[in-house]
Structure formats: C-alpha cells, structure tokens
Nanobody
C-alpha cells in the first residue's frame, strides 16, 4: 500500500528554520511531481512548493526566497527547507505525490507553528 510519511514539523520562533521530510513507501507506479501544500485554520489548502521529476521547481510567492524544495528520487523522498519563518507560515503542511497516471497521494500532515 502506497503511503507518505511526513516528519520535521514543530514549534519555532519567528526567524527560525525547520526542515520537513516526506518519504514515500509502498508501490508507486511512476512518480512525477512531488510537493508541499499547507492549510492554516479557517483557510483553504494552498500550494507551497512543487518539484518535477526533472528538478523544475515552483513556489508560492509568499515563500519565495525563504523556502527550498528538493527531492531524492532514489529514496522517493521530498524535502522542504524553511528559513526566515514568519507567524503566517503557521499551518499543517501536507506532502503530495503525483504519479504520471494522474493519481495523487497525500500525507497525513505535520504541524508547523511559528511564534512571534
């Protein structure tokens, strides 16, 4: 059974850093894009960053220059290095994997809380 397991969330002060990790285990047909989304209380889930199988990256304007997404294809893993964190970055962060078949998988989410 294919599943995604996230780790690395927690509580950090504004200006601090965190690194999120997501490991994909089980059977995946062929992974295309991998990414991170987040959902703050009372808000819709939004894209934070995505990376294609060839390494092309895209970021939300709100995190450009502060967050860096990377992946390890051999490990089926994706990472999100978050720096200069702000209170408005507080949210549950979800890992997402998109197969070439069009199927999407989601992790269970990891809480990131940034205190002012």
């Amino acid at each position: 059974q294919a599943q995604l397991v996230e780790s690395g969330g927690g509580l950090v002060q504004a200006g601090g850093s965190l690194r999120l990790s997501c490991a994909a285990s089980g059977r995946f047909f062929s992974i295309d894009a991998m990414g991170w989304h987040r959902q703050a209380p009372g808000k819709q889930r939004e894209l934070v960053a995505v990376i294609s199988s060839s390494g092309y990256t895209k970021y939300a304007d709100s995190v450009k220059g502060r967050f860096t997404i990377s992946r390890d294809n051999a490990k089926n893993a994706v990472y999100l290095q978050m720096s200069s964190l702000k209170p408005e970055d507080t949210a549950v962060y979800y890992c997402n994997v998109h197969e070439v078949t069009g199927r999407n998988y989601w992790g269970q989410g990891t809480q990131v809380t940034v205190s002012s």
